[in-house]
């Protein structure tokens, strides 16, 4: 059972911390996305000081924080249910402030995958705001209010890239990273000061003392929730598999080389921003027609808009198709959330979006190895025919796997 009838009279309405936390998810996702243009490149500029390629290590810059964020995010979930969401949302942006800080000053490849682990295990503001939206919003508003997460993310995951391609490019890598840290400590401080939870413990954690991986698998167990978990994992790595050959891929289409960073920039910020705009659009649809064929529309249309990008010919048509396949990103993501709000129990949000942020940073760990190996193997193009099959099959899982129904609150 929520807490929502106490909760509701000792802390400011729902609308108005969902709109709060609004801001804050632009500002963070805004910040950590600045320096997703020129990573790779800022890999090669480090160089390493062991027998690993730089290849190589621009997969561990992605991977290595994935990686750590997938062991400690069911932990702070779980955490988070016993203590509230706030704190874990104030130390995921003040502990990434100090690390972008750092990465700054870094003298090798290695020292970077280094500070990255360090970074997963400290951070995930993603799945904390996520968790204190759930935790305060009705669920049958829930397509409404993660679509409102989603045109966060998207705003400032659009805005990001191209002011961090920019700054780059202008002010040389350095800059970018205090860039970043300065937004996100400015985000943990809003919330610090700013965000009255008004958090009170679940019943079922007042009244037994369960151990993690029992709430676990409480969670797991309820239906639908392990093809939800399934989707989320497919998608992520769909999201992130051709990041570290985008560079490379740009560089293809273009005629002058020396708009590589802007242009990478460019296009991950218009399909971000696309998202944002449709997010809000699709949940709200999702609520009323179900998020279920929400998810399957949007799958099926990632699947042919993928085909499309691995045929482009100029930076034009591909930025076109990155405007298209972020609707779709938009609608699959805002759907994937709303379906994990509503097939899990009340009051452990914590723990339910915890899993979530693992899983996610799971398919973060494996998609960036993925998309060096079949670029290497077969050429950056035929990423984007991979991930088109990836969404294919989340479409026929969606549709043989989920339950269906809306699923009204529980």
């Not at 490849?109 to 935790?135: D, M, P, Y």
């Not at 590589?260 to 991950?268: D, F, P």
Request: some cysteine.
């Amino acid at each position: 059972m929520r807490p929502s009838q106490a909760q509701e009279d000792v802390s400011p309405p729902w609308k108005r911390i969902l709109y709060f936390m609004l801001f804050v998810q632009i500002v963070t996702t805004m910040g950590f996305s600045c320096i997703f243009p020129f990573l790779p490149l800022y890999v090669e500029s480090l160089g390493s000081v062991s027998r690993l390629s730089t290849k190589a290590l621009t997969g561990l810059v992605y991977s290595a924080q994935a990686v750590t964020m997938m062991i400690a995010s069911p932990i702070w979930g779980a955490l988070a249910d016993r203590w509230g969401r706030k704190p874990m949302v104030v130390r995921a942006t003040l502990g990434g402030a100090v690390i972008l800080v750092l990465m700054a000053f870094v003298r090798s490849a290695e020292e970077l995958v280094f500070l990255r682990a360090v970074q997963g295990l400290i951070t995930g503001v993603v799945g904390s705001v996520n968790a204190l939206v759930a935790g305060i919003v009705p669920r049958e508003r829930a397509g409404y209010a993660m679509g409102v997460m989603q045109v966060g993310l998207g705003v400032g995951i659009g805005l990001g890239p191209m002011i961090g391609g920019f700054i780059a490019d202008l002010f040389g890598y350095d800059a970018a990273f205090f860039l970043t840290a300065a937004l996100l400590a400015a985000a943990g401080l809003i919330v610090l000061f700013g965000v009255d939870e008004g958090f009170v413990r679940s019943e079922i954690l007042q009244t037994r003392r369960s151990r993690f991986w029992e709430n676990w698998g409480r969670i797991i167990s309820a239906p639908g929730v392990t093809v939800t978990y399934t989707l989320r994992f497919a998608h992520q790595v769909g999201r992130i598999v051709y990041l570290p050959i985008l560079p490379m891929f740009v560089l293809l289409l273009l005629d002058n080389p020396d708009r590589v960073n802007s242009v990478t920039g460019l296009a991950i910020g218009i399909s971000s921003a696309a998202g944002a705009v449709f997010a809000l659009l699709l949940g709200n649809l999702g609520d009323r027609m179900g998020h279920r064929r929400i998810l399957i529309l949007c799958a099926l249309a990632g699947t042919l808009l993928y085909v499309l990008q691995s045929q482009v010919q100029n930076d034009i048509q591909f930025l076109v198709l990155q405007f298209c396949i972020g609707i779709a990103i938009g609608g699959i993501t805002t759907a994937i959330s709303a379906l994990l709000a509503r097939f899990t129990p009340m009051g452990e949000e914590g723990a339910v979006y915890g899993l979530d942020n693992a899983i996610s940073a799971g398919a973060r760990a494996l998609g960036p190895m993925i998309g060096v190996a079949i670029a290497g193997l077969l050429g950056v193009r035929a990423v984007f025919g991979a991930i088109a099959t990836l969404y294919f099959i989340a479409a026929l899982l969606s549709v043989w796997g989920l339950p269906k129904g809306r699923w009204k609150s529980q």
